[in-house]
């Protein structure tokens, strides 16, 4: 009875416990979570045109809340988000499109999110013309608004 070694085992109360297997649960999915980098927010949305018509193929960027116009549309981004370089590439807008017609209205063709990565999935595809979010930038070549209006 010598090499009769007894490990005394300790029980725990109930309240205990559920406290115990709740923090284990936690830690668990603390631990199978990656860690979310922060999106970049940018003032500038760079998209692609294209006049079905003559085949013309143009790049444009637009700062966030303007409006510029391609053609018949008009295309004005709310916000451009894009991940880090670090991250998966994940570049998003949030834009509206408008349509100005023969008799001079405008008509909302298009209010919705556009991804870089994916530009078949919510490009506008009008009669004439075709718009696509080609990327986010933090500055263009293109003077900001208040800049070109000599404010």
Same mark, same amino acid.
């Given at each position: 009875?010598?090499?009769?070694?007894?490990?005394?085992?300790?029980?725990?109360?109930?309240?205990?416990?559920?406290?115990?297997?709740?923090?284990?649960?936690?830690?668990?999915?603390?631990?199978? /979570?990656?860690?979310?980098?922060?999106?970049?927010?940018?003032? =500038?949305? %760079?998209? @692609?045109?294209?006049? *079905? +018509?003559?085949?013309?193929?143009?790049?444009?960027?637009?700062?966030?809340?303007?409006?510029?116009?391609?053609?018949?549309?008009?295309?004005?981004?709310?916000?451009?988000?894009?991940?880090?370089? /670090?991250?998966?590439?994940?570049?998003?807008?949030?834009?509206? =499109?408008? %349509?100005? @017609?023969?008799?001079? *209205? +405008?008509?909302?063709?298009?209010?919705?999110?556009?991804?870089?990565?994916?530009?078949?999935?919510?490009?506008?595809?009008?009669?004439?013309?075709?718009?696509?979010?080609?990327?986010?930038?933090?500055?263009?070549?293109?003077?900001?608004?208040?800049?070109?209006?000599?404010?």
């Amino acid at each position: 009875m010598g090499n009769d070694r007894r490990i005394p085992i300790r029980t725990f109360s109930p309240p205990r416990r559920r406290a115990a297997l709740a923090l284990s649960a936690a830690l668990l999915a603390l631990a199978g /979570t990656p860690a979310l980098a922060e999106r970049i927010s940018n003032p =500038v949305a %760079e998209f @692609t045109g294209v006049d *079905k +018509i003559t085949g013309r193929i143009i790049t444009f960027d637009v700062y966030i809340d303007e409006t510029v116009q391609f053609g018949a549309l008009q295309v004005t981004p709310r916000v451009c988000w894009s991940s880090p370089e /670090t991250e998966e590439p994940k570049t998003d807008s949030f834009v509206e =499109v408008d %349509e100005i @017609t023969l008799d001079r *209205k +405008i008509r909302r063709i298009f209010t919705g999110w556009m991804f870089a990565e994916s530009p078949g999935l919510n490009a506008v595809e009008h009669a004439v013309y075709d718009v696509w979010l080609k990327a986010c930038k933090q500055q263009s070549d293109v003077p900001p608004p208040e800049t070109a209006s000599g404010n």
